[in-house]
């Protein structure tokens, strides 16, 4: 069971990229998706969120709204994060991470809600 994160790369300041995080040996439908990013010599912080099934709760922290949005696909075991306008701050891996414990309808911009987490991908944001 894991969680994968796709979709990072090098991308010039104002471009775009879409990230995913997609789930094998386990559905996605009954589990929030939260995403954090982690710059050299800084703490992990969170980007953004989603609640389970329909996706109805979002957040996203202040730095990045406007510009990301976050959905659900949960056919494709897959939550993307669209990145837009993308700066050079935004530059960092980029992780995906799930809880286990029932939480209808929730998420949180907290590291301590999430128990299971993906390995990242690297975002570089550069002319």
Do not use: H
Not at 24 to 35: A, D, K, M, N, V
Not at 77 to 94: A, F, H, I, R, W
């Amino acid at each position: 069971s894991q969680l994968a994160e796709s979709g990072g790369g090098l991308v010039q300041p104002g471009g775009s990229l879409t990230l995913s995080c997609k789930t094998s040996g386990f559905g996605l439908l009954g589990l929030p998706i939260g995403w954090f990013r982690q710059a050299p010599g800084k703490e992990r912080e969170e980007i953004s969120c989603i609640s389970d099934r329909a996706g109805t709760m979002t957040l996203y922290a202040e730095s990045v709204k406007g510009r990301f949005s976050i959905s659900r696909d949960n056919a494709k075991n897959t939550v993307y994060l669209q990145m837009n306008s993308l700066k050079p701050e935004d530059t960092g891996t980029y992780y995906c991470a799930t809880r286990s414990r029932p939480s209808p309808g929730l998420c949180a911009p907290d590291e301590g809600f999430y128990d299971f987490w993906g390995q990242g991908t690297q975002v570089t944001v550069s002319s």
